[in-house]
């Protein structure tokens, strides 16, 4: 599976404007809702927000990965953010979070979303990458420098 595959370039956000953990879901969470007449937008925040209630989803290095299960969804949808300024999102190394790749899958997706994240991890553990991101001037660079990273695995 290739990340680009699902992720929704329409509802990606070169700078948020969310400045707490909350704001960023709920602006993530509309931005793909807006673009996705499958998914509802409270629905998929209260999914977001159940899941960050077990634990952040904020890995460290910059990088959080909201994700959740949802009803009614028949395919894996992500999308991507990026906060210049970063946001508290709890992360596991306490640092400001710059970094946001929204995971939804469908209910009774199995392993499938297992796979999707680990994939995801894996292209943020790459120091170089995430300073593409960062640095990118626009959102045709943020996925260039990502189709870069699907073509290596």
Do not use: W, Y
């Given at each position: ?11 990606s ?12 879901l ?24 159940e ?10 290095e910059g ?12 395919r894996l ?5 990026r906060s210049?300024?970063?946001?508290d ?7 400001p979070?710059?970094l946001?790749?929204?995971l ?22 790459d ?14 660079e943020?996925f260039r ?6 073509a290596?695995?």
């Amino acid at each position: 599976m290739k990340i680009t595959d699902i992720l929704v370039r329409d509802a990606s956000i070169l700078d948020l404007a969310a400045e707490v953990k909350d704001d960023v879901l709920a602006e993530m969470a509309g931005a793909l809702a807006a673009t996705e007449t499958s998914i509802e937008r409270a629905g998929l925040l209260a999914v977001l927000r159940e899941r960050e209630g077990l634990q952040s989803t904020g890995i460290g290095e910059g990088v959080a990965i909201p994700h959740g299960k949802l009803a009614g969804l028949d395919r894996l949808l992500a999308t991507f953010a990026r906060s210049r300024e970063g946001v508290d999102f709890e992360s596991i190394d306490g640092q400001p979070t710059q970094l946001f790749f929204l995971l939804v899958v469908p209910e009774n997706s199995g392993g499938q979303h297992l796979k999707a994240l680990a994939r995801i991890s894996r292209f943020f553990r790459d120091a170089s990458f995430r300073a593409k991101l960062l640095g990118a001037e626009d959102l045709d660079e943020i996925f260039r420098a990502i189709e870069e990273e699907d073509a290596k695995f």
